[in-house]
Every structure is written in structure tokens, then in C-alpha cells.
């Protein structure tokens, strides 16, 4: 009986199928001449070979929990780098007579707190936005794969980046309850001097002062912050990186280097950052301002610091920071699935069955 077309693959050693489709062709022919209809062996010559390790089906559980691993490196490591950056940014959104210009910021940082004073808060900047970067990324892959199911195959294609759009702000509103807490702390701790050192102390003293419901009290400013933030920053990507791979480089993705691919993936992660910053910088100006105020609302923030002020205060900073911060995400995250064995983002990714991302919604 001849070995069912289903099965070859898996009754041959893998590292001889995976490396090239040549390769697989040929060694197909040789399976079938191989098989009893054709003259060949018998069945018992053909030798079962082991999965091919590293290999993670796309939208499977692990395939998630490896987006959600790649979540947590990309952006609790950037973010935590770009400490001092973030530092100064807050500062000249607070106190703008004091902190006038970037350079005039990083003085008054160093003379007053040394260059120790350049990481204060970055255990709270590494636990939030490691969290947060966990359920960013983690559902934002689960929501594109989940509305695209809805969609079906012909609309998910016509309105891709209204599923991204849907998907990535999914994604970020459960994302930044995972941050606030954390957020609340950073900005207090940074912002005003002597409240504490660090997590260890500000944490308690923060819950005493405000109560334990204060750490997302200003979950709303935070989501007014993020959500646009965040729908622009994958929706962009995802446009970015396609008009790439469709017009300025003549290799289709899956034909072109590692290398490369990582490499489209900063570029269209860096422009993608710079509309991000412009978009979110408003209500970013109001976050900072209403964690460092105790008790202060939108209002007040518009009056302080002027509709005017409140577009442009600490943009220039901005968008270097968070140009620099999303194209290394996108590196990041993206060298982190090509380390597991899955494809980078963007471009032409494999598909899978529709059933796959209902199950996975229904366990």
C-alpha cells in the first residue's frame, strides 16, 4: 500500500526536508519510488524521525506564550535604557522654568542627583513595562489572529488595518492595567524629590498617601495615552513594513536574509515611533502631570500648561526617545521569534486554520 502523501514528511529525518524546497521535492520522489505500488520497499523500510525541534506552530498556545516572552524583553528592556531620557521628559513637563531644554536637564539632573540620579525609577520603569509589554504583544497577536477569524479570509484582507487597529487597542487596554501601578510610582518617585528612592519605599508610601485604589486613578489619562499610541504604533508598522517588502526591496520576505528582515523591522518600528510620539503627546503631558499633582485634574492640567503647551511641551525629547524605543521594540521582539523558530512581523505570515484561535478563546 503506498505511504499516504500526509505522512512522508514525517517518516523522514528532518534536518534533510527543512533546509530547502528542492530538497523536499527531490526526497518526495523518493519516497513514492520507494513505496510497494511502485516496486519499492516495504513500508517497515521508512523510519519515523522525531518533530523538528525549535519548530512552534504558528497561533498555537506556544505561539503565544513565546509572542507574550518576546513582549516582556522588548519593551521592560528599552524602556528601562531609555530611564534617563524618560527622566528628563517628565521632569520638563512638570517643572519647565527649571528643566528648560534637554541639555539644561541633563545639567541640573547630574548636579543635583550625581549619575546615579540619571536610573531613579527604573525598577518600577522595568516591572510595569515588562508587564505591560507582556499583554501588548501577547494579545495583540491573539486579537489580529481572533477579528480576522470573524472577518473571514476576503474581509480580514480588505480591512487588515482596521483589524490592527481593533486588535493592537484590545491589546493595550488590558496591557495598561498591567502598567498603571507601576506607572503611578515611576513618575512620583521621578518627579518629585525626596518622595523616595525607589519601588522599595515609594510603592508604601504612595499606597499611604493615596490609597490603594490611587494606583489607577489615572488609568483613564494612561489609556488616553497608550490606546492611541499603541493603535498607531502597530497599524503604521504593519502598513510600513508591507510597502517595504512590496516596494523598496525586490526579494519577497520569506526569500530574504534574517538579517534583512530584522533590519526592515527596526526601519518601519522607527517610523512608526515618530508618528506615535506625535499622536500620544498630549494626553502623555496630562499623565505626568496628574501623577505628580496629588489631586489635580484635566482641568487644572490644561490651564497649567496651555493647549499649546499641552501638543508640544517635551516633543522634540519625545520623539527621539520613543522613535529610538519602538524601532528597538520591534528588533527586539521580532530577533526574539526569529530565535524560537517563527517568522518575523509583518509582510506575508503563514495562516492558519480558523478553528485554532476560537478553541484557544473557548478553554
Not at 160 to 169: C, D, E, H, N, P
Amino acid at each position: 500500500m503506498a505511504t499516504p502523501e500526509s505522512s512522508r514528511h514525517s517518516l523522514i529525518p528532518s534536518f534533510l526536508y527543512s533546509s530547502s524546497s528542492k530538497k523536499s521535492l527531490v526526497l518526495e520522489k523518493m519516497v513514492a519510488s520507494s513505496s510497494p505500488a511502485n516496486g519499492g520497499a516495504p513500508k517497515g523500510f521508512l523510519v519515523p524521525s522525531p518533530s523538528e525541534p525549535g519548530k512552534i506552530e504558528m497561533y498555537s498556545p506556544a505561539f503565544y506564550t513565546a509572542c507574550t516572552a518576546g513582549g516582556i524583553l522588548s519593551c521592560g528592556l528599552t524602556h528601562t535604557a531609555v530611564t534617563p531620557l524618560d527622566l528628563v521628559k517628565c521632569n520638563m513637563q512638570i517643572d519647565p522654568t527649571k528643566y528648560k531644554s534637554i541639555s539644561s536637564g541633563f545639567g541640573v539632573l547630574l548636579k543635583e542627583q550625581g549619575l546615579k540620579g540619571f536610573f531613579r525609577g527604573w525598577v518600577p520603569t522595568l516591572l510595569g513595562y515588562s508587564a505591560q509589554g507582556a499583554c501588548k504583544l501577547g494579545f495583540y497577536e491573539f486579537f489580529k489572529k481572533y477579528y480576522s477569524d470573524i472577518a473571514g479570509p476576503e474581509y480580514a484582507a480588505k480591512y487588515k488595518t482596521l483589524i490592527y487597529l481593533a486588535g493592537s487597542a484590545s491589546a493595550e487596554v488590558i496591557a495598561d492595567v498591567a502598567l498603571c501601578p507601576m506607572e503611578a510610582v515611576k513618575v512620583r518617585v521621578q518627579t518629585q524629590p525626596g518622595f523616595a528612592r525607589g519601588l522599595a519605599d515609594g510603592f508604601p508610601k504612595f499606597i499611604k498617601s493615596e490609597g490603594a485604589l490611587g494606583l489607577y486613578k489615572r488609568i483613564v489619562p494612561l489609556w488616553g495615552r497608550q490606546i492611541p499610541y499603541t493603535m498607531m504604533k502597530f497599524a503604521s508598522f504593519e502598513t510600513i513594513v508591507e510597502m517595504l517588502y512590496k516596494h523598496a526591496i525586490p526579494t519577497p520576505k520569506d526569500q530574504c536574509s534574517k538579517t534583512l528582515q530584522l533590519g526592515v523591522s527596526f526601519a518601519g518600528g522607527y517610523v512608526a515611533g515618530v508618528f506615535c510620539a506625535v499622536v500620544s503627546h498630549p494626553a502623555d503631558n496630562l499623565v505626568s502631570f496628574l501623577n505628580n499633582a496629588k489631586g489635580a485634574t484635566v482641568g487644572d492640567a490644561v490651564k497649567k500648561l496651555g493647549l499649546w503647551g499641552l501638543f508640544t511641551r517635551g516633543l522634540p525629547l519625545r520623539i527621539v526617545m520613543i522613535g529610538t524605543l519602538t524601532g528597538a521594540q520591534w528588533g527586539i521582539y521580532d530577533a526574539f521569534k526569529v530565535f524560537v523558530g517563527l517568522p518575523t512581523t509583518g509582510g506575508v505570515a503563514p495562516a492558519a486554520p480558523a478553528s485554532t484561535t476560537r478553541e484557544l478563546a473557548e478553554a
